[in-house]
């Protein structure tokens, strides 16, 4: 089976690109190195020893990404290309809109022109906005509070047009959570080319010395210490629902899904630092700051559904991610 990964050099991407080769896949990848690195591949190559087909290319050039798909022939897409910065949507909205909205909808089309019928879409709980109610399952309505939900959003918008607009084409959205961890090799894991948004690099950057503490916006919030609770998912359980999703999506005949994938357990900022506190067997210093706009204080998902379409359960903690974090981290000093 030959398969398109947007994205597939990032975070998420890079974690995926080595199970689908494994699995011996046939891989092209998609990305404009915007916030990933060209040496991922010979890290992949080394740890797969196996070789894929890449361009460095721009989802917004409609040409050139119909020329690619089209001298490819791919069986499926997995779109995971895109900003996903909150701050940073909020800051710059119409950024958002081109490479998250106007981007995905030139791979739909790029899609239809070389008949692809089949696309797997990594989304994000963002788009829930300020829950309602706990856990959140994909029936809870979608009311994203910041222009990167709302961009997250649009895709999906475009996506379920894009499925209903033909019997023969089909699509899972992934709602992901907060992904978390490194892959078990210790060569490869998050690693952003900008300052890092998400929690446990950022703690790692403070471990290194590299920042002086880590903010944490928010003290004052309704849960069991007052800082914010997240649904932190291993991207190793991450990888293994794609995986799932590509037999499910070319087994079927139709398939036009919207999943969950999140561990089902809520941790709060203060637990999470003290966890990796333990880990790294060093004083994390933190700082509280106050809430910043296009925060909620609560996300834990229901992943019943993808349960009961995939057969997917998550295996790994906390505590198992920020360990492999730390082995990665410790690995490439």
Not at 201 to 222: C, L, R, T
Not at 260 to 286: A, L, W, Y
């Amino acid at each position: 089976m030959r398969i398109v990964i947007t994205g597939g050099l990032g975070y998420i991407g890079s974690h995926l690109l080595i199970e689908l080769l494994n699995k011996n896949y046939e891989v092209l990848v998609i990305d404009n190195l915007s916030n990933s690195k060209i040496t991922i591949i010979d890290k992949i190559k080394k740890i797969t020893n196996k070789d894929f087909s890449f361009f460095k290319a721009d989802l917004k050039d409609l040409r050139n990404i119909k020329k690619i798909l089209d001298n490819f022939r791919p069986d499926s897409v997995i779109h995971l290309a895109g900003l996903k910065s909150v701050e940073e949507s909020i800051k710059n909205p119409k950024l958002y809109h081109r490479n998250n909205v106007i981007a995905s909808n030139n791979l739909l089309n790029a899609m239809n022109a070389v008949s692809c019928r089949a696309i797997i879409f990594m989304s994000s709980a963002t788009v829930y906005g300020s829950p309602n109610y706990f856990p959140i399952d994909e029936y809870h309505s979608a009311k994203p509070i910041n222009p990167y939900g709302f961009s997250k959003l649009k895709v999906e918008e475009l996506i379920n047009t894009w499925t209903s607009s033909n019997s023969s084409n089909s699509s899972i959205i992934f709602r992901c959570f907060n992904p978390i961890g490194a892959h078990s090799s210790g060569f490869i894991g998050e690693d952003p080319i900008s300052s890092p948004n998400n929690l446990l690099p950022i703690i790692a950057e403070v471990v290194s010395g590299k920042k002086e503490y880590v903010s944490i916006f928010g003290n004052d919030y309704e849960t069991q210490d007052g800082t914010a609770q997240r649904d932190y998912v291993d991207i190793q359980d991450i990888t293994n629902a794609q995986i799932l999703a590509i037999k499910y999506i070319n087994n079927s005949n139709k398939v036009n899904e919207i999943i969950n994938i999140g561990s089902g357990k809520g941790t709060s900022v203060i637990k999470f630092i003290n966890t990796f506190e333990r880990i790294c067997n060093k004083k994390i210093n933190k700082k509280f700051q106050p809430r910043r706009e296009g925060d909620i204080s609560k996300s834990i998902a229901s992943n019943k559904k993808a349960y009961k379409i995939l057969n997917w359960r998550p295996k790994y903690n906390c505590e198992h991610s920020c360990k492999a974090f730390w082995h990665w981290r410790n690995s490439n000093k």
